[in-house]
């Protein structure tokens, strides 16, 4: 489930520069105007670290990197690729399978959300690819697995929308409880319909959380600043924040709930989790919310619960068909009961908008952006979501000659025997290497290589038996 974890990323800076001021006047300068988010405020202190400027690497061919980003992925992000030197292709809309075959194989890099497809196919086209940033929080939309395989990892952002996501739920369950859907359409029609039947304050109600991670626990928090009873349910033991309480089993949590939020991944065991048997064992008027996965709910079943008046409303953010682009239909030939759902009374639906604000689309442009720049550049996969985490600290630009080694190879044994004999005319300054699964990748810093020899060195292990993919970055 949506479990929470750190990582971290290591931020190269400038050296600090020691200003003329008085330190009253410092203190000034650093005291954050009311104006500034606390984002800018970090970027602020941490320009007044003391790491050394690291030296820009390139790849040894000389290859100019090119970047396909789709689905109207934040500008900011954009803009700093460009600053980069990198060329890069934008599009606001998603590419079906045969585009993205058709266009791949001239990318080194590409950047999606959720409605882009990265297929066992498409990744076979890519013949240049590098990485998939998926500016999002999930990573469904690519096969991993083969992925992994051809040396591709795959970045996400899974923190950088969780507030968007949590302030929707908060939204959705006042919305519903109060109707205010349905009064608000009758009111566009004409109709004054003032009632308190059936309207609730959600103050001394219980809200069940399915997935306490990142958004489930920030959602608790929230709950509970309106007066609300929060338990939750996860697969693992997880420390509450404030008076939340964790449950044993789902249908426990179902059973006393007045309103079930879903924050849980698309897995195997998560498909379908809410059906029938699920709907059937939730409290007589209560209400069900879905912001995680479009297969996570039984939509049939939740309509027949609708209808049935045993759930007393629903919200549903996300499908498990969804158009591709704006403007285009939602309707029976999306998902065959879009028409029926859409006609229920005090139903929420919106177009998978919950990680869509300004200031989470910025966060995740930031951080997915960073993510693959680090590797394309440095061959760090800190964050990486298929592939072993690694990472070297930076060629400093006072260093000389040096090279990194970025060396995708299969995990077997005597692979790095292989590569240190390749490697042993040289002074390896530094090294490191991981596996995850099938696939392991090895980081190495070489002293002195002269030019006539970085290619030779490439082409050696390149030939080496497990190789996947060698990039040399100099």
Not at 374 to 379: A, I, P, Q
Request: net charge negative; glycine share 6%.
């Amino acid at each position: 489930m949506d479990h929470p974890y750190f990582h971290s990323l290591t931020v190269m800076t400038p050296p600090l520069a020691i200003p003329s001021k008085s330190p009253r006047a410092v203190a000034a300068s650093l005291s954050p105007s009311s104006s500034q988010t606390l984002h800018d405020r970090l970027r602020k202190r941490d320009s007044f670290s003391t790491i050394r400027q690291p030296k820009v690497l390139h790849p040894v061919d000389n290859d100019d990197l090119k970047l396909l980003i789709l689905e109207n992925i934040s500008q900011d992000a954009v803009r700093a690729f460009q600053a980069q030197g990198f060329h890069v292709d934008h599009y606001k809309k998603a590419l079906s399978e045969d585009e993205l075959v058709d266009k791949i194989s001239q990318y080194h890099a590409i950047g999606i959300r959720s409605k882009t497809k990265i297929t066992e196919r498409v990744i076979n086209a890519a013949s240049k690819l590098l990485v998939i940033g998926c500016f999002c929080i999930g990573t469904n939309q690519v096969d991993l697995v083969t992925a992994g395989k051809a040396g591709i990892p795959v970045f996400n952002s899974p923190f950088s929308n969780s507030r968007s996501v949590a302030e929707l739920v908060v939204s959705e369950m006042i919305a519903l409880s109060r109707q205010l859907v349905e009064r608000s359409h009758e009111m566009r029609q004409g109709i004054w319909n003032k009632q308190s039947k059936g309207c609730w304050e959600v103050r001394g109600k219980t809200l069940g959380i399915v997935g306490y991670g990142h958004i489930g626990s920030q959602l608790s928090v929230l709950a509970e600043a309106l007066g609300m009873r929060v338990i939750f349910y996860d697969v693992i033991n997880i420390m509450p924040l404030g008076s939340a309480r964790q449950v044993d089993t789902l249908p426990t949590l179902l059973a006393e709930a007045d309103f079930v939020t879903l924050h849980v991944p698309e897995l195997p065991e998560t498909i379908n989790m809410i059906g029938p048997q699920e709907l059937a064992q939730m409290k007589e008027g209560s209400y069900l919310i879905n912001n995680a996965r479009g297969r996570v709910v039984d939509i049939p079943a939740l309509i027949g619960a609708l209808q049935s008046n045993h759930l007393a409303g629903a919200a549903i953010d996300v499908y498990p068909q969804e158009p591709g682009s704006n403007g285009a239909p939602f309707d029976d030939q999306v998902n065959a009961w879009s028409s029926t759902l859409r006609s229920l009374p005090n139903v929420i639906l919106t177009p998978h908008i919950g990680g869509s604000t300004e200031e989470a689309q910025r966060m995740i442009g930031e951080e997915v952006s960073l993510a693959l720049s680090r590797y394309l550049n440095y061959g760090s996969t800190l964050g990486a979501v298929n592939f072993p985490e690694v990472d070297l600290r930076a060629i400093t630009a006072e260093q000389g000659n040096h090279v990194r080694v970025c060396h995708v190879h299969s995990n077997q044994p005597g692979v790095l025997k292989q590569v240190n004999e390749v490697l042993s005319p040289y002074n390896v300054e530094k090294q490191y290497s991981d596996s995850k699964g099938d696939v392991a990748y090895l980081l190495a810093d070489i002293a002195d290589v002269s030019p006539q020899d970085v290619n030779k060195l490439r082409e050696m292990i390149k030939h080496t038996s497990a190789n996947i993919l060698t990039r040399l970055l100099a």
